[in-house]
């Protein structure tokens, strides 16, 4: 683990074709990429304590899709997951998620997403970053994930089943992860649409205290092996679910898994 | 190869008229504006291509190749003009091009094409549809001659054309939508938002359009060199300085003190990126930008100083 590393350092080591202004052809910025991570890099080590097991699993180089579940009332597994890519990866290796719509339709939010190389979910990005060799990081669940409540928050909702297709089609390696302590930062109990709709979000989470500030819960990420499917992804519907059955509950396992490894929320 | 540049009084249709004259071909420009110094060997026919005496031109110079680049932008011409000039011109030009046994015509028109929005794609295909007409309707008439053109490849299988999608240039006629946008020290930018800018040097711009005319590519092609850059690094690469500026308030200054007269809806192109995917025209011509993103962006800074 490249501790002792500096943020700028594990950056500049990222294996993506900047070019001489520091800027590579998605829009990502290393200038951008070191303020994000270096805020990353605080929560992520001091105040979620994260600790990741079976970063091993993701290849050093080349295309992989990292699919996890969501935990918390937004996507706090999401940021740390990337953390974790950059901090415990050696090389280090920028995963990029699918971000929600609402992102880049609003003002700063739109920036930062796009220098920190986390673009709309598309399929359409979704491939294109496979088809370059990159990291691609994914939630099934969607938005629908993150809006579990505190009680719900070691089930999984449906998964949708594009991730499959979009891997046999893209011969892309998946690699599982189980998430907690999301749920434990942000204790959701009620999640409200109608003042989402307001400020052009999905909805806005609330927890026992009230705002949605995180608490500093310790959370646990556990990657599990390559799964890699054979097929084409023009496959019935039928045969894709069976697969999306098989990750899902293969991250139904590395959350029980991280689950008894984390012990307490605190 | 005897070829046509249509809208030939245009700064960049001049370097590609220039171009393939070097290349060994014939050139003959056309265009309503003049070209007061233009070169012996490239007669010019200052006509509208709107007007009779345009056709007498195709009748009897019998150009094998025909590249039209007499469409304006929303920044160049108002409402109905605009759009007679762009679609009775592309017309027009088809029309004459059929009946006097041209061979190939390229359409070249814009990336703008694909519009600006917050949930499309980053690299744009040749395959999508036009978006955010909605918002930005000035760009109608352009998304309409470059439909009409790309319905000339199944309307007229025996006319080869090539429809180019060229992405905003920069080079020292400091014409063009981006430059335009660069004119002045200060570059109004959306608080909050900073989209990606794909750009040519002026001469890559040329040499491509140039290109597609030799190589008779039958299609529609977006044509790009570099990787995009977003617009607050174009502005600092080029000595100008960033004003960012909430959305409203900067509407509100459109055309006034100094701020550059953009309609209502190229707000959403300075907000969003238009980047397009040029493999495929990679592929079918073999064309490779020279001039890289960082080095156009200091050979303009130095050609056009602010102080």
């Given at each position: 683990?490249?501790?002792?590393?500096?943020?700028?350092?594990?950056?500049?080591?990222?294996?993506?074709?900047?070019?001489?202004?520091?800027?590579?052809?998605?829009?990502?910025?290393?200038?951008?990429?070191?303020?994000?991570?270096?805020?990353?890099?605080?929560?992520?080590?001091?105040?979620?304590?994260?600790?990741?097991?079976?970063?091993?699993?993701?290849?050093?180089?080349?295309?992989?899709?990292?699919?996890?579940?969501?935990?918390?009332?937004?996507?706090?597994?999401?940021?740390?997951?990337?953390?974790?890519?950059?901090?415990?990866?050696?090389?280090?290796?920028?995963?990029?998620?699918?971000?929600?719509?609402?992102?880049?339709?609003?003002?700063?939010?739109?920036?930062?997403?796009?220098?920190?190389?986390?673009?709309?979910?598309?399929?359409?990005?979704?491939?294109?970053?496979?088809?370059?060799?990159?990291?691609?990081?994914?939630?099934?669940?969607?938005?629908?994930?993150?809006?579990?409540?505190?009680?719900?928050?070691?089930?999984?909702?449906?998964?949708?089943?594009?991730?499959?297709?979009?891997?046999?089609?893209?011969?892309?390696?998946?690699?599982?992860?189980?998430?907690?302590?999301?749920?434990?930062?942000?204790?959701?109990?009620?999640?409200?649409?109608?003042?989402?709709?307001?400020?052009?979000?999905?909805?806005?989470?609330?927890?026992?205290?009230?705002?949605?500030?995180?608490?500093?819960?310790?959370?646990?990420?556990?990657?599990?092996?390559?799964?890699?499917?054979?097929?084409?992804?023009?496959?019935?519907?039928?045969?894709?679910?069976?697969?999306?059955?098989?990750?899902?509950?293969?991250?139904?396992?590395?959350?029980?898994?991280?689950?008894?490894?984390?012990?307490?929320?605190? | 190869?005897?070829?046509?540049?249509?809208?030939?009084?245009?700064?960049?249709?001049?370097?590609?008229?220039?171009?393939?004259?070097?290349?060994?071909?014939?050139?003959?420009?056309?265009?309503?504006?003049?070209?007061?110094?233009?070169?012996?060997?490239?007669?010019?026919?200052?006509?509208?291509?709107?007007?009779?005496?345009?056709?007498?031109?195709?009748?009897?110079?019998?150009?094998?190749?025909?590249?039209?680049?007499?469409?304006?932008?929303?920044?160049?011409?108002?409402?109905?003009?605009?759009?007679?000039?762009?679609?009775?011109?592309?017309?027009?030009?088809?029309?004459?091009?059929?009946?006097?046994?041209?061979?190939?015509?390229?359409?070249?028109?814009?990336?703008?094409?694909?519009?600006?929005?917050?949930?499309?794609?980053?690299?744009?295909?040749?395959?999508?549809?036009?978006?955010?007409?909605?918002r930005y309707p000035e760009l109608a008439d352009l998304v309409a001659a470059d439909l009409y053109a790309a319905n000339m490849l199944w309307r007229e299988p025996k006319l080869t054309t090539t429809v180019l999608r060229l992405v905003y240039t920069l080079g020292p006629s400091r014409t063009g939508t981006l430059a335009s946008f660069l004119r002045g020290k200060r570059v109004p930018m959306v608080l909050g938002f900073d989209p990606l800018f794909q750009f040519l040097?002026?001469?890559?711009?040329?040499?491509?359009?140039?290109?597609?005319?030799?190589?008779?590519?039958?299609?529609?092609?977006?044509?790009?060199?570099?990787?995009?850059?977003?617009?607050?690094?174009?502005?600092?690469?080029?000595?100008?300085?960033?004003?960012?500026?909430?959305?409203?308030?900067?509407?509100?200054?459109?055309?006034?003190?100094?701020?550059?007269?953009?309609?209502?809806?190229?707000?959403?192109?300075?907000?969003?990126?238009?980047?397009?995917?040029?493999?495929?025209?990679?592929?079918?011509?073999?064309?490779?930008?020279?001039?890289?993103?960082?080095?156009?962006?200091?050979?303009?800074?130095?050609?056009?100083?602010?102080?």
């Open positions: 683990m490249a501790k002792d590393d500096s943020i700028r350092s594990l950056v500049d080591r990222l294996e993506l074709p900047f070019n001489e202004l520091g800027i590579d052809p998605y829009g990502i910025s290393k200038k951008h990429l070191v303020v994000f991570f270096t805020a990353l890099a605080f929560l992520y080590r001091n105040y979620f304590r994260v600790k990741a097991v079976g970063a091993h699993h993701v290849p050093g180089r080349g295309r992989a899709m990292l699919v996890g579940n969501h935990s918390g009332g937004y996507a706090i597994d999401g940021a740390m997951v990337i953390a974790s890519m950059l901090l415990e990866l050696d090389p280090p290796r920028l995963a990029q998620g699918m971000a929600e719509k609402f992102i880049n339709r609003l003002p700063v939010s739109s920036t930062w997403a796009s220098r920190c190389g986390q673009l709309t979910g598309l399929p359409e990005h979704a491939e294109r970053l496979l088809e370059d060799d990159r990291l691609l990081m994914v939630f099934p669940e969607g938005a629908r994930g993150t809006a579990k409540l505190y009680k719900e928050r070691y089930s999984l909702v449906d998964f949708g089943t594009g991730f499959v297709r979009l891997a046999l089609k893209t011969k892309t390696p998946i690699i599982p992860l189980g998430f907690v302590g999301g749920a434990d930062a942000v204790p959701t109990v009620y999640n409200s649409k109608t003042l989402g709709r307001l400020i052009g979000v999905p909805y806005v989470p609330f927890t026992p205290y009230g705002i949605a500030a995180p608490l500093p819960a310790r959370c646990e990420v556990h990657y599990g092996a390559p799964m890699v499917f054979e097929g084409t992804g023009d496959e019935e519907d039928v045969v894709i679910k069976g697969y999306v059955e098989q990750v899902k509950q293969r991250i139904a396992s590395l959350i029980e898994e991280a689950k008894s490894a984390r012990g307490g929320a605190l | 190869m005897k070829v046509l540049v249509v809208g030939v009084g245009g700064a960049l249709a001049r370097l590609v008229a220039l171009q393939l004259r070097d290349r060994g071909h014939t050139v003959i420009g056309l265009d309503r504006r003049p070209w007061w110094d233009h070169p012996r060997d490239i007669a010019v026919h200052e006509v509208d291509i709107r007007k009779r005496a345009a056709e007498d031109v195709f009748r009897t110079q019998r150009p094998d190749c025909v590249v039209h680049m007499a469409t304006v932008n929303a920044l160049s011409a108002a409402g109905e003009e605009r759009a007679r000039i762009n679609l009775g011109g592309t017309r027009a030009i088809f029309e004459h091009s059929v009946n006097h046994g041209v061979k190939h015509v390229v359409f070249v028109g814009r990336h703008t094409y694909y519009g600006a929005t917050a949930d499309s794609p980053l690299y744009h295909t040749e395959d999508e549809p036009p978006q955010g007409m909605g040097d002026e001469n890559d711009a040329a040499r491509a359009i140039s290109v597609a005319a030799e190589k008779t590519a039958r299609g529609i092609f977006n044509v790009a060199g570099p990787p995009p850059v977003p617009l607050s690094t174009i502005i600092r690469e080029t000595g100008r300085t960033a004003v960012p500026m909430p959305e409203p308030m900067l509407a509100a200054l459109l055309g006034r003190f100094g701020f550059p007269a953009l309609p209502r809806g190229a707000l959403e192109h300075i907000k969003y990126p238009i980047v397009v995917d040029a493999s495929a025209f990679k592929a079918a011509t073999g064309f490779v930008h020279e001039v890289g993103e960082v080095e156009a962006l200091r050979r303009y800074r130095r050609m056009t100083s602010v102080g």
